[in-house]
């Protein structure tokens, strides 16, 4: 499975995005996706991940109520998107594929639980 994230950009505090993650592969529907971002000089955390059927989602506490994580399988594609944007949201956000098909992990889980990424796309929150 390949991804693609696309959708930053430069928002005003309060604003919203919607960031896109397009999949390519025809198994993209037996894998869970989990929506990563990094800040200048943090790790990599997971802020929302999605079942590979839409079962079950987890958004991080940070994100909790501002964030939705959705898929949209007949399309290959998840979306994340994000409302009352604040600063400290501002990163480099990816998405990525769960290291097998049937696999999810929601809080607790690091990058190892994944096992493919796409490139990621800058969301940027002025105060």
């Known amino acids: 499975v390949q991804l693609q994230a696309s959708g930053g950009g430069l928002v005003q505090a309060g604003g919203s995005l919607r960031l896109s993650c397009a999949a390519s592969g025809r198994t993209f529907g037996s894998y869970s996706v989990g929506w990563f971002r990094q800040a200048p000089g943090e790790e990599r955390t997971l802020v929302a991940a999605i079942m590979w059927d839409g079962g079950r989602t987890y958004a991080a506490d940070s994100v909790k109520g501002r964030f939705t994580v959705s898929r949209d399988n007949a399309k290959n594609m998840v979306y994340l998107q994000m409302n009352s944007l604040k600063p400290e949201d501002t990163a480099v956000y990816y998405c990525?594929?769960?290291?097998?098909?049937?696999?999810?992990?929601?809080?607790?889980?690091?990058?190892?639980?994944?096992?493919?990424w796409g490139r990621g796309t800058l969301v940027t929150v002025s105060s």
């Open positions: 990525a594929a769960s290291k097998a098909p049937y696999y999810y992990t929601a809080s607790g889980s690091t990058e190892a639980d994944f096992g493919s």
